[in-house]
């Protein structure tokens, strides 16, 4: 999967994406999370720039999803920050 033209416009992102040697274009949005730090992107929208279908598996999906979203781990981040700043 190679990603390639990001257009962000507010909280919404459009990509487009190489997957399995053909060329789709994602349209995601920015959701952040209640009552938890950060967020992440949600499909909202997708088509083959070839065919104009959307032929995707959920598993290509959520590869998709995977890759653009940020894998964050805000407890063990606080703590090492800190540990940092005890150090020093």
């Known amino acids: ?3 390639s033209n ?11 994406a190489d ?4 060329d789709y274009i994602f349209t995601v949005k920015w959701q ?9 992107w949600e ?3 997708y088509i083959n720039n070839s065919t104009g279908e959307k032929d995707l598996s959920n598993e290509h999906i959520q590869a998709f999803l995977n890759r653009i979203n940020p894998q964050w781990n805000w407890e063990k981040d606080k703590e090492q920050i800190e540990q940092v700043i005890e150090e020093d």
């Open 6 to 16: 990001f257009i962000l416009h507010k909280d919404i992102l459009l990509i487009h």
């Open 32 to 40: 952040s999370l209640e009552e938890e730090k950060g967020g992440e």
């Open 19 to 22: 997957i399995d040697d053909n």
């Open 43 to 45: 499909l909202k929208s």
């Open 1 to 3: 999967m190679i990603l």
